[in-house]
């Protein structure tokens, strides 16, 4: 086989469209432009992103921004008494734990225990955070608790 001899596939090759050149070409008078207008002109007929004509835009219109975000909030991985269940009596709950029985979704986020719940057997538990109510109900239980710092 010659390189020269090959010919592309029927169909995939066409002619560019020749605009302007005469109404039976299909693409005459206007030449696919439509009628009047600022889009039918010469030269850089494109608006940029967002304007309206001259019309207030719509983000004009609208109130401002409001609020901001704290960059240096901490987002806590919420785990409630009643969930704490699961757990042998004794034993001790770690953020390892608790990801690997599917309460939390990463361990590597900060815990904070919350008071939902009753919490029947001894546990001791390390987490990150705990509220004043859970900390009391897990030590009327028999518990401990332990604030470990994740970071």
Avoid: W
Avoid at 10 to 27: E, I, L, M, Q
Avoid at 87 to 110: C, D, H, Y
Wanted: hydrophobic share 30%.
């Amino acid at each position: 086989m010659r390189q020269e001899l090959l010919s592309p596939a029927p169909g995939s090759k066409k002619d560019r469209k020749r605009v302007g050149r005469g109404n039976g070409s299909g693409h005459g008078t206007y030449s696919g432009r439509g009628c009047k207008g600022q889009k039918s002109r010469a030269g850089n007929n494109k608006v940029r992103p967002g304007f309206e004509g001259g019309q207030l835009p719509l983000i004009k219109r609208l109130p401002r921004k409001r609020g901001f975000n704290n960059i240096f909030r901490v987002e806590y991985e919420e785990v409630n008494l009643s969930s704490l269940s699961a757990f042998k009596a004794g034993s001790e709950v770690t953020a390892e734990k608790l990801a690997e029985a599917g309460i939390i979704k990463n361990s590597r986020t900060p815990i904070k225990i919350l008071s939902r719940g009753d919490i029947s057997c001894p546990l001791t538990i390390r987490a990150d955070k705990f509220s004043a109510a859970a900390r009391a109900k897990i030590e009327a239980a028999g518990g401990t608790v332990v604030e470990v710092s994740n970071g």
